[in-house]
């Protein structure tokens, strides 16, 4: 596979690497863009291998809760113009209103809205407005208390993320914290526990291929191993993670010492990990012309 300058790059921004270094491990990974990345992290040239989901599209999340159950959903426009659009707004927090009472995106957009089904209003509105508009995803949330937090509000309870945080009391102060950090920090998953297999053995996999490129003994490859797998959960486990309110302590204990116990969350951001085509001015220009 030929090796682009914008796939140099594009590694490059992800991980901090050096040009050359880059393109090594993309011709070494024959262009897998996450091949290469672990190939980095293996080589320890990746300065900050964090994958984050590169945020393209627009819209809005908005947040809704109905007693000790809430809601999250996702609505996409093409532009951040028409998420400050006072329709649009009022059109998604009626559809995530909606969204407490189905459980997918294909039941909301059959439901109906003071008489009209949700997937009609999505289509007038984008008669409207002039611009492509989807439903992209929902997610839900059962506990005791259910708490909301929405950061870079565009109005309210819906903003650019969105977060959901179940308690199993009732302790809003505390859960809206919770909420915050869930929003800065951006967990995988509550606990080891609820942790995905597959991602927690793959990162298994590279701290021994990082390991055995040290030299060391074996049984001291071991040790390295458990300490890095130790600190993987401490960062990407939100019961393990310090809390960003007091970093003393780790949001597990904060909430023993609160009272409570965090039995789940939601965390929705606008975009995420959705790839959006970047094109070239001067050919956008060319192509506006020959238009």
Not at 35 to 50: I, M, P, S
Not at 130 to 155: D, P, Q
Not at 186 to 207: F, G, H, I, T, W
């Amino acid at each position: 596979m030929a090796i682009t300058a914008a796939m140099v790059k594009e590694l490059r921004d992800t991980t901090g690497a050096g040009m050359m270094d880059a393109k090594k491990a993309l011709t070494e990974t024959d262009g897998d863009m996450q091949a290469a990345v672990d190939w980095l992290r293996t080589k320890g040239l990746a300065k900050a291998a964090k994958k984050s989901g590169r945020t393209a599209a627009e819209g809005l999340v908005a947040v809704a809760v109905d007693g000790g159950y809430g809601v999250a959903l996702e609505v996409n426009s093409e532009t951040d113009f028409v998420g400050k659009n006072a329709e649009f707004q009022k059109m998604v927090a009626s559809f995530a209103k909606a969204a407490l009472n189905v459980g997918s995106v294909e039941e909301l957009k059959a439901a109906e809205i003071d008489g009209r089904m949700v997937e009609t209003i999505l289509t007038d509105k984008i008669a409207t407005i002039g611009e492509n508009m989807t439903i992209r995803r929902m997610a839900h949330l059962s506990a005791a208390s259910v708490v909301t937090y929405v950061h870079n509000a565009a109005a309210p309870d819906m903003g650019k993320i969105g977060v959901l945080v179940g308690l199993s009391g009732d302790n809003a102060e505390f859960g809206r914290q919770v909420a915050m950090h869930v929003a800065a920090a951006n967990p995988a998953s509550l606990s080891e526990a609820d942790l995905d297999p597959a991602v927690l053995e793959k990162e298994r996999q590279v701290q021994i291929d990082i390991a055995r490129e040290s030299g060391k003994p074996e049984q001291v490859i071991e040790k390295m191993i458990e300490g890095r797998m130790k600190k993987y959960m401490a960062e990407v486990t939100l019961l393990n993670q310090q809390f960003v309110v007091n970093p003393d302590v780790t949001v597990g204990k904060a909430a023993a010492e609160a009272g409570v116990e965090i039995t789940g969350f939601v965390r929705l951001e606008v975009g995420e990990g959705i790839e959006k085509t970047v094109e070239d001015f001067a050919a956008e220009v060319a192509k506006v012309s020959q238009g």
